[in-house]
């Protein structure tokens, strides 16, 4: 089968590979989808944290279930999906139900190999029922489930501003998400053409363009002097998490889904004086993913609004560089493997 491997920052491969084997304990899907994310763009550009190389990125992923292995409850030939962050089940995290963050976690495509390949081997306990979507939205299911375990995490009440940095597709779920749970969504970005698809496309009621606009003076009139009683950062970008801290209210949470490899700096009385809450948001639950499926079914969540590109498996390789440009619009390419 043909594999494509990121073996450097910067080059991609086509490479033959045996068809994995059947192994206990594991289900083998045939991929028909891959979105393609932030962490794959930021393993091509060589800033992801938590990566080495060579690797086989993917893990938006969709298919056919070719060999259930005995996994309960599925059937061979349905449509699944899986929650790619693979966990031991024992460590701390684990035992308190946050298999998310376990201590010895593998994220495919990041820590192991992942989906951009014809056949892909996964843990029997990762499955996901298709529950009658379409491979496309499948695909989706996962990163939207980041935007909704982002939300989950800052608690967010009916009502409430929430401020959420960055527009990208990581972004643009947690907006929908804070939508679908009752708040009033504040879109900020440094792109114009992002923003007007938050206005246009998921019908967010403020947005505001942080490289032209004055960015406290526009919160302030938007809150009624309140500021944010939730700031969310989907950027992944350094200066603008320590930004962020200015932007909270007395009593707000700041919840940090992007990363970026550096350390955050902020003024503690600033901060202490808010009483806030800082805190991560790592990768998603089954409740989330779970969420994410219930709402595209209910029609809260649209998914085709997300896939602006759509290219085959063997043109990736060829693509892949200009979905880094911002020019191009690129809000979730979608590959199609055969």
Request: charged share 20%; with cysteine.
């Amino acid at each position: 089968m043909q594999v494509i491997v990121c073996e450097e920052p910067g080059k991609l491969a086509f490479k033959e590979q045996e068809k994995p084997g059947i192994k206990e304990g594991y289900a083998q899907i045939r991929i028909k989808r891959i979105g393609i994310c932030g962490t794959d763009l930021h393993a091509f550009e060589g800033t992801q944290p938590y990566f080495n190389y060579p690797r086989i990125l993917g893990h938006e992923l969709s298919g056919e279930l070719v060999e259930p292995n005995g996994a309960q409850g599925f059937q061979k030939g349905e449509a699944v999906t899986f929650i790619p962050y693979f966990n031991c089940g024992l460590c701390i995290a684990c035992r308190s139900g946050k298999p998310n963050c376990c201590t010895q976690i593998n994220v495919c495509g990041v820590h192991v190999d992942g989906g951009m390949t014809e056949y892909l081997n996964v843990p029997e306990y990762s499955l996901v029922h298709g529950d009658g979507l379409s491979y496309d939205e499948l695909a989706l299911v996962e990163p939207l489930a980041i935007g909704a375990h982002g939300i989950r995490r800052a608690d967010v009440q009916p009502g409430e501003f929430v401020l959420v940095i960055g527009a990208g597709p990581i972004g643009l779920g947690i907006m929908e998400f804070a939508r679908i749970a009752g708040g009033k969504v504040i879109a900020m970005d440094l792109n114009a053409k992002r923003l007007e698809f938050c206005r246009d496309r998921l019908k967010v009621d403020h947005i505001i363009n942080g490289s032209t606009e004055d960015v406290l003076a526009r919160l302030t009139s938007i809150t009624n002097g309140d500021m944010p009683s939730v700031v969310i950062d989907a950027t992944g970008s350094l200066r603008a998490i320590n930004n962020g801290f200015q932007y909270m209210a007395h009593g707000a949470r700041y919840v940090l889904v992007g990363l970026q490899k550096g350390d955050i700096s902020f003024s503690h009385p600033e901060f202490h004086k808010r009483e806030a809450t800082l805190m991560s948001s790592r990768n998603a639950t089954r409740a989330d993913f779970e969420h994410v499926i219930a709402s595209m079914k209910k029609g809260l969540v649209q998914p085709a609004n997300y896939i602006t590109h759509r290219v085959s498996f063997n043109q990736v390789i060829d693509e892949f560089e200009g979905w880094l440009d911002p020019a191009n619009g690129v809000i979730k390419a979608m590959v199609e493997v055969d």
